[in-house]
Nanobody
C-alpha cells in the first residue's frame, strides 16, 4: 500500500520558519517526482514545489521562490519543505504528492492527508 504522511505543520508568526516532512512507503522513488501543494480556504489547490527524485532537479512556484526549499533524503524516502520568511498568505493545508514520471509526463496519483500551516500577522 502506498502511503504518504505529512508532518511539521503548526502556528507561526510572520517572518518565522517551519519545516514540513513527508514520509513515503514507496519502495523506490527513482522514477518519481515528489511535489508539495497547498490549499487555502475557498481557493483552489495550488502547486508549491517539486523535486525529481533521480538527480534532484527542483521547481518552485513564483510565490515561494527564495523563501521555500524542497529537498529529499534517499535513505529515508522522505521529502522536506523548508519554509522561511513565512507570510500570512502562506496559510493553508499543505499536501505532499507522488507522481510516477516518464520523461515530461507526470501524474500525481498519490496524496497525503495534509498538514495545517497557519501564519499570524
Amino acid at each position: 500500500q502506498v502511503q504518504l504522511v505529512e508532518s511539521g505543520g503548526g502556528l507561526v508568526q510572520a517572518g518565522g520558519s517551519l519545516r514540513l516532512s513527508c514520509a513515503t512507503s514507496i519502495p523506490t522513488l527513482n522514477s518519481y517526482t515528489m511535489g508539495w501543494f497547498r490549499q487555502a480556504p475557498g481557493k483552489e489547490r495550488e502547486f508549491v514545489a517539486s523535486i525529481l527524485w533521480s538527480g534532484g532537479s527542483t521547481y518552485y512556484a513564483d510565490s515561494v521562490k527564495g523563501r521555500f526549499t524542497i529537498s529529499r533524503d534517499n535513505a529515508k524516502n522522505t521529502v522536506y519543505l523548508q519554509m522561511n520568511s513565512l507570510k500570512p498568505e502562506d496559510t493553508a493545508v499543505y499536501y505532499c504528492a507522488a507522481a510516477p514520471t516518464v520523461g515530461r509526463i507526470r501524474e500525481y496519483n498519490y496524496w497525503g492527508q495534509g498538514t495545517q500551516v497557519t501564519v499570524s500577522s
